[in-house]
């Protein structure tokens, strides 16, 4: 029985939150790595760091808001070297499809001297009901870049289950887990499903990437927009428009569709007004 905790950096996001959550079902101890955490971990204060890691066997890593941040490649670098001094045994470290940025932060995870798994995302369903899309949507509209681009859209309970199985079981060392979705979806077929889902229109409309950015801003502010305008700019190609089994490799089991994703959040309630 694992006795040492697991780090989870950036317990309170999307993904870290349901991982911690699973490995606490598990019965497995669980350190909540965040700035208000007990043992706090803050990424712009290297302070913190030593204490988050100290005695844990390993540790769940994302970078928040993106790993195309300026700087957070480097703080990625500095954290692993920190890790391998704290004598932590494994770094399952999140990325994103398709983003260079993503692959030189895995390429400082696998120079590190720790054991490790990656695990490269395809974009988030919960976007659309825990993120920054939420919005657009409860007002009947989906305003995305890209035109008609195809994405394998991925439901992140699959990812925090990756993440788990990176986290608790054997045969997962050194490995990339590239995920997504089992479909190859445009925005204007998600908005109908969505659509379906809560139980009224949902309108895809086609911004440019100006206007995204704008959006954008507004929610988050400018450096945050400008970043994740260079990654839409980036990723929304078609350079991300196939399938990988990166789920079914992790865990042994097919990725959730889009249509349960949407059915199980409009019940979750996650677009009622008062949510």
Same mark, same amino acid.
């Given at each position: 029985?694992?006795?040492?905790?697991? *780090?989870?950096?950036?317990?309170?996001?999307?993904?870290?939150?349901?991982?911690?959550?699973?490995?606490?079902?598990?019965?497995?101890?669980? @350190?909540?790595?965040?700035?208000?955490?007990?043992?706090?971990?803050?990424?712009?204060?290297?302070?913190?760091?030593?204490?988050?890691?100290?005695?844990?066997?390993?540790?769940?890593?994302?970078?928040?808001?993106?790993?195309?941040?300026?700087?957070?490649?480097?703080?990625?670098?500095?954290?692993?070297?920190?890790?391998?001094?704290?004598?932590?045994?494994?770094?399952?470290?999140?990325?994103?499809?398709?983003?260079?940025?993503?692959?030189?932060?895995?390429?400082?995870?696998?120079?590190?001297?720790?054991?490790?798994?990656?695990?490269?995302?395809?974009?988030?369903?919960?976007?659309?009901?825990?993120?920054?899309?939420?919005?657009?949507?409860?007002?009947?509209?989906?305003?995305?870049?890209?035109?008609?681009?195809?994405?394998?859209?991925?439901?992140?309970?699959?990812?925090?289950?990756?993440?788990?199985?990176?986290?608790?079981?054997?045969?997962?060392?050194?490995?990339?887990?590239?995920?997504?979705?089992? @479909?190859?979806?445009?925005?204007?077929?998600?908005?109908?499903? *969505?659509?379906?889902?809560?139980?009224?229109?949902?309108?895809?409309?086609?911004?440019?990437?100006?206007?995204? @950015?704008?959006?954008?801003?507004?929610?988050?502010?400018?450096?945050?927009?400008?970043?994740?305008?260079?990654?839409?700019?980036?990723?929304?190609?078609?350079?991300?428009?196939? *399938?990988?089994?990166?789920?079914?490799?992790?865990?042994?089991?097919?990725?959730?569709?889009?249509?349960?994703?949407?059915?199980?959040?409009?019940?979750?309630?996650?677009?009622?007004?008062?949510?």
């Amino acid at each position: 029985m694992q006795t040492r905790p697991t *780090l989870i950096i950036g317990a309170t996001g999307k993904t870290g939150s349901r991982v911690a959550n699973i490995l606490d079902q598990k019965g497995i101890p669980v @350190r909540r790595g965040s700035r208000g955490a007990a043992i706090p971990f803050d990424w712009d204060n290297e302070e913190t760091w030593g204490p988050a890691l100290e005695g844990a066997v390993s540790a769940y890593v994302t970078y928040f808001p993106d790993i195309a941040i300026p700087g957070a490649v480097e703080k990625v670098e500095a954290l692993s070297a920190a890790a391998k001094s704290a004598g932590i045994e494994r770094l399952v470290l999140l990325t994103g499809r398709g983003e260079h940025h993503a692959r030189m932060g895995e390429e400082v995870v696998r120079a590190s001297g720790v054991d490790y798994t990656l695990v490269r995302s395809a974009w988030f369903a919960q976007n659309f009901s825990e993120g920054y899309l939420r919005d657009p949507i409860l007002g009947g509209v989906l305003p995305m870049p890209g035109g008609d681009v195809l994405e394998p859209i991925i439901d992140i309970d699959d990812i925090a289950d990756v993440a788990v199985a990176a986290l608790t079981e054997d045969g997962h060392s050194g490995e990339l887990y590239e995920v997504t979705g089992p @479909r190859l979806m445009t925005f204007a077929q998600m908005a109908e499903e *969505l659509g379906s889902a809560i139980g009224r229109p949902i309108q895809h409309i086609p911004i440019s990437f100006e206007d995204f @950015r704008a959006g954008v801003a507004e929610a988050a502010g400018p450096d945050i927009a400008d970043v994740f305008e260079a990654i839409a700019r980036e990723t929304l190609d078609g350079r991300n428009a196939h *399938l990988t089994d990166g789920v079914e490799r992790a865990t042994g089991r097919k990725p959730r569709d889009f249509l349960a994703f949407a059915a199980n959040a409009a019940k979750a309630g996650a677009w009622s007004s008062a949510a």
